[in-house]
């Protein structure tokens, strides 16, 4: 008797399921797989993080671009249209980051990436001063000085014959560029070889895309491996937040500052870092809380560490299979340094880097740092013509968007020049994101990948190994196997 009953609440419950996916799919204007009971399209996205991206681009090629899938109960809309994806990026009123982002709040809490409503405008509000053109020209010489180091690195490490797995090494520098300039704390990351913050994020980044694009995993991750390994993770992440919030606070002490200056030539409050803006300034009248500061200073150090080692890894990439292309890099930067080829990067040579711009953009349209986003419909809207209930989740698609023949000829070639045309729909091309929620360092992310890249063409000649990289989307883009490259210094 207790086995048929258990058979009829299992019937039932599935029945109720399958009810609940027709009647939702009626509520919503957009075409997708049919959902399972229970699961819904789970099944489709329980896959490692390289084929999640292709399974997101045959769900598009298959579904118009634009996609309705379902986990377990929560609706998503997965989207490439970039007509959907202006509309949805443009709007100050779809601000709202989506439900898979409360995986990543255990690290970064209700930073700036995370957060919404008042908390998330009063801190973009005083924060953004702290990117302010002056304000990066001022980071010019860390970016040089630990480009230099890389160099000195590069120069150990390259010979003909071996390959260099160059992202970890790359995210030493990127580590040490935003620690000593948004931060004004130095560690020296470059020499650390063995770097536990650096692993850590790389954990931390893999368990919660694992989460994200695995729903049965989070039933029961509080039982596995995984749970342990974020807990460490965290507390190596969490206590060197502290320590350079701790340090920088005992610098401010020493120079007895307590209170933010206004600069006379600006008018704004930009003579200092972000992190002493987050120290020394005061919302509606209070003194930001301790717990508010470590997460926006968690949130900045992965996203101006995590983000720049993509766009300058896979550059470097780009250049390596494209001979033809790093020889224009190479001639643009003979013209501009003439017989000082050694000599440090000031902002003028950077303005007359042209053709390493288009590069760099060119770069970031084929591995956009971040693949993907997500934003939240907190009320039934229309986006494109379609009909979107209150409470989806919409899947902005960056990657494969910017890879589509509609927008781009001969889509996966690499062809800088087709950056020249300045008519382009600026909403093809988002690798920083766009409208309220853009990504507040942009520019401190192109100042930086452009230093970089310089430093190490000028030095060195950069070769294919002929071991593509297997893209895999783990909150940035990364790659299974590493991104492998031949580093030959030149004479």
Known sequence: MLVLLSVVLVLLVLLLSWFYFYLDKKCIDVKGPPPYPLIGNGHLLAVDSSEFIRVFQRLEEEYDQTTRIYLFSQRFVLTANPKFIEEVVSSTKLIEKGISYEYVKPWLGEGLLTSSGPRWKAHRKFLTPAFHFNILQQFLPIFCKNAKILSAKLRKLATKESSLNIFPII????LDNVTESIMAVSFNAQRDTE????KAVDTMSSIISRRMRNPFLDIVFNLTPYRRAQEKAL???HGQTIKIINA????????NLTELELHS???IKNKHTFLDLLLLAEVDGKKISDEWIREEVDTFLFEGHDTTTSGITYCLYSLAQNQDVQ???LEEQQSIFGNDFCGNISGGHLQQMKYLELVIKESLRLFPSVPFIQRKISEDTVINGLRIPKDTSIVIDFFNMQRHPSLYDDPL?????RFENTARNPFTWLPFSAGPRNCIGQKFAMMEIKVTISEIIRKFKVLP?????????DLILRSLNGVKLKIVPRS
Request: proline share 5%; aromatic share 6%.
């Open 171 to 174: 995210a030493l520098a990127a």
């Open 195 to 198: 770097s536990e913050f650096v």
């Open 235 to 237: 507390k190596i992440l």
């Open 248 to 255: 920088r606070q005992a610098d401010l002490k020493k120079m």
């Open 265 to 267: 030539d600006l008018g």
């Open 327 to 329: 020889e224009k890099v």
């Open 413 to 417: 070639k690499f062809r800088p020049e």
């Open 465 to 473: 190994t002929g071991e593509e990289p297997q893209l895999s989307a």
